[in-house]
């Protein structure tokens, strides 16, 4: 087979599975395995394949045919101009929370050496994010899991962002905050899916760790636990952000509003509610 014939054997192969961008994600599997992008691949259509690396591909291919997240085949997803590390154990990082990323970052950028705790930290998306467009922030990413944790740890190697700090606690104990600072801000994209509704997800989140998704039977598990445990760790003035799911921003806004001030709920690029955001009161 040639190298075009290889390709659309794999493209073919995901088209029958239903996949739902199968150029796309042929395209970042045959990358992969064979080092061509697309402009490359074209170019080389008709060259004789590797058969090798022509059965890895195939392989790869049905792989995600079967479910299997792309993210987690490749072993590496972007973020923030960041390639993080990613695999079963963690969340992969989605475009719509570096809009938490740049609400925080907007809100701290006048402050001296910001003190944050990034919670539910997964792959350490946020955390680092903050870190790269703060030059003198300090994050402590706070994460339970020691699946997920290990990504995070690598990912704050592979960055080079040695101000994020891993810390291993569960953000729903109480006694989790004992031992940090006063802090300047508090951010997290927490599980946040009603659990009723987390089989009816797509196979492909499915396949994602359900202690990253489950935020208990009304989704707002860890929103309580934050407003509850958190938001008074923050300094007068601090700031709080959040993601949240579709229509929860009324329900969070609610369990924020008895700390918090200047509350604001910002939409993402598809016009959804995806963030929000407030200040402790002085």
Avoid at 82 to 98: A, H, K, Y
Avoid at 172 to 195: C, I, M, Q, W
Avoid at 239 to 252: F, H, M, P, S
Wanted: charged content about 30%; overall charge negative.
């Amino acid at each position: 087979m040639n190298i075009g014939e290889v390709y659309r054997e794999g493209k073919r192969l995901l088209v029958q599975a239903g996949c739902d961008s199968p150029d796309f994600d042929a395209g970042c599997l045959f990358e992969k395995v064979f080092g061509f992008d697309r402009q490359q691949r074209i170019l080389q259509s008709y060259a004789e394949a590797d058969a090798e690396k022509a059965e890895r591909y195939l392989a790869l291919a049905r792989e995600r045919a079967g479910g299997r997240p792309l993210q987690y085949i490749l072993g590496e997803w972007p973020f923030l101009g960041m390639m993080l590390e990613v695999g079963e154990g963690v969340l992969v990082p989605r475009e719509e929370t570096e809009l938490l990323v740049r609400t925080a970052a907007e809100m701290l950028k006048e402050r001296e050496n910001p003190q944050i705790a990034d919670l539910c930290a997964g792959t350490g998306a946020v955390a680092l994010g903050l870190a790269s467009l703060l030059p003198d922030a300090r994050v402590k990413a706070v994460e339970k899991f020691p699946a997920a944790m290990r990504f995070l740890r690598r990912n704050i190697k592979k960055t080079g962002l040695s101000r994020v700090e891993a810390v291993l606690l569960d953000v729903l104990d109480a006694a989790s905050t004992e031992g940090f600072p006063a802090l300047d801000a508090v951010v997290s994209n927490p599980p946040y899916v009603r659990r009723e509704e987390i089989p009816t997800l797509q196979r492909e989140v499915q396949r994602e760790p359900h202690e990253a998704l489950d935020g208990g039977e009304d989704g707002l598990v860890f929103y309580r636990a934050i407003a509850e445990i958190w938001l008074p760790k923050l300094k007068p003035g601090g700031v709080a952000a959040v993601e949240i799911g579709e229509g929860q921003a009324e329900d969070v806004a609610k369990l924020f509003a008895g700390t918090l001030e200047k509350i604001h709920v910002f939409r993402d690029l598809n016009g959804i509610e995806r963030v929000v955001s407030g200040m402790r009161r002085a």
